[in-house]
């Protein structure tokens, strides 16, 4: 079975940074993406920052120069390193795979989340 560990949330005060790392561990044939995604109190589910196979990215404007997504592929690992952080990236953040199997078909596997809080 597929399982995301997460960690690296935490307090941090405005302008402080953090990094996320995230590991899959599992029976798996292609992990077609890896990524983030966070939920801040009363929004929706939003994306952060994703990575496919060959390093493509995809990112939020809000995060776009603060943010950067990285993977280690011999690990299953993906990380997101947070700068310059903002009370407003104040979220549950998630860790999000997209598995295909051999006809396409893509599955999606969450990590539990872990709290980032940036407040003074």
């Known amino acids: 079975q597929v399982q995301l560990v997460e960690s690296g949330g935490g307090l941090v005060q405005p302008g402080g940074s953090l990094r996320l790392s995230c590991a899959l561990s599992?029976?798996?044939?292609?992990?077609?993406?890896m990524g983030w995604y966070r939920q801040a109190p009363g929004k929706q589910r939003e994306l952060v920052a994703s990575?496919?196979?060959?390093?493509?990215?995809n990112s939020a404007d809000s995060v776009k120069g603060r943010f950067t997504i990285s993977r280690d592929y011999a690990k299953n690992a993906v990380y997101l390193q947070m700068n310059s952080l903002k009370p407003e990236d104040t979220a549950v953040y998630y860790c999000?795979?997209?598995?295909?199997?051999?006809?396409?078909?893509?599955?999606?596997?969450w990590g539990q989340g872990t709290q980032v809080t940036v407040s003074s």
């Open positions: 990575m496919s196979a060959g390093s493509s990215t």
């Open positions: 999000n795979a997209d598995l295909r199997s051999r006809n396409g078909i893509s599955s999606y596997y």
């Open positions: 599992g029976s798996i044939r292609v992990i077609y993406a």
